[in-house]
Every structure is written in structure tokens, then in C-alpha cells.
């Protein structure tokens, strides 16, 4: 069964980044990406790759970030 941890701080964010483990993103309680990894992260917004053309930009303060693991 997968489990899924919630990402608040940098570090989070950073060990996520780390170890390439897939994400969900929640906005407004709906879910809005899922499953690719961060690329890149600042305290205002987190980047997230799906596939080679398929980045998406997500606002910290709006959203909700998981790391799914297995």
C-alpha cells in the first residue's frame, strides 16, 4: 500500500528532490499533478517534471505537496 508523506519545509522538499520520489499535488482539495518528480523548488514555488515536455509550476503558498512512496 503506498504512503504518502506531506512536504512543509525546504528539507522536506529537498529529500524529496533527492531520492526522485513522485509527487502529489493538491490545490483547493483536488488534485492538480501527479506523479512526477521536483526539479526545482524556491520558497515561492515548486517545479515539478512528468515526462520531457511536461513541466508544471506550482505556487507553495496555494497547494498542497505529498510524496508518494511505495
Known sequence: MAQNRRLLTDQDFQEAMDRQRRIRVFEQDHVVDFGGIIVRFTEDTV????????????????????????
Do not use: L, N, P, T
Open 47 to 70: 517545479v515539478i517534471q512528468a515526462g520531457v515536455g511536461d513541466v508544471a509550476y506550482h505556487s507553495r503558498s496555494a497547494c498542497e505537496f505529498f510524496e508518494m512512496r511505495k
